[in-house]
T-cell receptor, first 110, second 110 residues
């Protein structure tokens, strides 16, 4: 059953804590993306990766970090430097333009 | 100027009528264009992609592209209450990243 999985569905972060959001795909897609969506807003690009071991900053990369050690995986770390992390985080992958999304992770600050 | 612009709405259309959603983009080098539907609290789902000037039809949906005017539109015929959602326009830019508009909220009234 092909698709994109994200975990956890909900994540709670304490002040000063780093947290990591998981994104895995078994679609054999080369490119993967992380977006942030705030309530009533569109999607803003955090990081993207076209190939393994390479990634680029998007429009709002400050306070976030990523890695792309495997084609199937593109984890996102929300660091303590991100002062307003509460949002809906969406991972996506694409092969030839058509882009598909995972179910998302909601990050909340305690 | 935003890279991808959409009217935020809400756009209210009677059931059975045609809903028309519009999008403009700034990067003339963009080659691929997409429409996504997003229900509240869910991740976006791809409903149409278009790559060349003209119209592309898929069931009740028609995407229209005019690269000279940097304009993309989506028509939904015979609108149903289940079409009520936020519609996101996305563009695959010349920088090899996918940029989203802020979305148009569509409401189909019975």
């Amino acid at each position: 059953d092909g698709g994109i999985t994200q975990s956890p569905k909900y994540l709670f972060r304490k002040e000063g804590q780093n947290v990591t959001l998981s994104c895995e795909q078994n679609l054999n897609h080369d490119a993967m993306y992380w977006y942030r969506q705030d309530p009533g807003q569109g999607l803003r690009l955090i990081y993207y990766s076209q190939i393994v071991n390479d990634f680029q900053k998007g429009d709002i990369a400050e306070g976030y970090s990523v890695s792309r050690e495997k084609k199937e995986s593109f984890p996102l770390t929300v660091t303590s430097a991100q002062k307003n992390p509460t949002a809906f985080y969406l991972c996506a992958s694409t092969l030839s333009g058509d882009t598909f999304f995972g179910p998302g992770t909601r990050l909340l600050v305690l | 100027q935003k890279e991808v612009e959409q009217n935020s709405g809400p756009l209210s259309v009677p059931e059975g009528a045609i809903a028309s959603l519009n999008c403009t983009y700034s990067d003339r080098g963009s080659q691929s264009f997409f429409w996504y539907r997003q229900y509240s609290g869910k991740s976006p789902e791809l409903i149409m992609s278009i790559y060349s000037n003209g119209d592309k039809e898929d069931g009740r949906f028609t995407a229209q592209l005019n690269k000279a005017s940097q304009y993309v539109s989506l028509l939904i015929r015979d609108s149903q209450p289940s079409d009520s959602a936020t519609y996101l326009c996305a563009v695959y830019s010349s920088a090899s990243k996918i940029i989203f508009g802020s979305g148009t909220r569509l409401s189909i009234r019975p």
